[in-house]
């Protein structure tokens, strides 16, 4: 243990780090030292110091114990020595505590909420949320699908423009995503996008009576492009949905006591 100069708290090595030692010969960091109240006003060494030090490091500690205050108990799982007035584990998180004194599931699963939340804040930072997602897109080429036929009745111009806009703004939206989904190393999604085959039936009638009745080539232009992200979102958003899942319920399972409750 000694001459491996392991924090025996966490475990990390501490050779060229800022440490602690005491007569046994066992060591640890100037983090763990102080959030277990250590005394370290003598006993730190710093990394450079460590090397030339090392012969007298012992002898000048030989008669202090700065683990006395510690509670002197190890994982049963890692072995790794526990914090003071603590039954967590930090390195593998093992609750040591006797199941009677232990929370019960019921009351885990009121605490995982914030947990979740937490978790799926972290995920979210990393995944767009500006996609339309397949409900929006079903509500929203219904409910213009009916305005279409409406509007279309008395002013054909007026529906062109309606058209037209909302191919536009589906345009930039696919392309945006499909931007930051490159931008996140995962050009799988991206393809997905592009040749996706999940779509909504009912709203997909509306690009395509528009695109049967427009005479402007630039208007079946736009309107191949909004096809296109009418596919590419909803594929996109059901792949980027599961995926944040997956992260998210891949890390709750890491967490004690919860594997049992979102299995």
């Known amino acids: 243990m000694v001459d491996d100069k392991v924090c025996v708290i966490c475990g990390i090595d501490v050779s060229k780090k800022r440490r602690v030692k005491d007569k046994t010969g066992r060591y640890a960091c100037m983090e763990c030292a102080t959030r277990e109240g250590i005394d370290v006003k003598t006993g730190s060494r710093s990394g450079s110091q460590a090397g030339a030090n090392a012969m007298s490091e012992t002898a000048t500690h030989a008669g202090i114990d700065y683990f006395s205050t510690m509670h002197q108990e190890f994982c049963p799982q890692c072995g790794t020595l526990l914090g003071k007035d603590s039954t967590i584990c930090v390195s593998c998180k093992y609750n040591t505590a006797p199941a009677s004194e232990q929370l019960p599931q019921g009351m ?133 949905h599961h995926a944040e899942w997956e992260i998210v319920q891949g890390k709750l399972a890491a967490l004690p006591g919860v594997r049992s409750i979102i299995k």
């Open 108 to 240: 885990q699963a009121d605490t995982l909420g914030p947990i979740a939340r937490r978790i799926t804040d972290e995920v979210s930072a990393y995944i767009p949320n500006f996609y339309f997602g397949p409900r929006n897109q079903f509500i929203a080429w219904c409910t213009l699908f009916i305005a279409m036929w409406a509007i279309g009745s008395s002013n054909l111009k007026t529906m062109y423009l309606y058209i037209a806009a909302w191919a536009f703004f589906l345009a930039v939206t696919y392309v945006i995503t499909i931007a930051v989904t490159l931008n996140d190393k995962k050009p799988i999604w991206a393809a997905i996008g592009i040749f996706g085959a999940v779509f909504l039936p009912l709203g997909i009638s509306m690009p395509v009576y528009g695109f049967m009745k427009s005479h402007r080539s630039w208007l079946k232009v736009l309107w191949v492009v909004a096809i296109l992200a009418l596919f590419g979102g909803s594929s996109l958003y059901f792949s980027m």
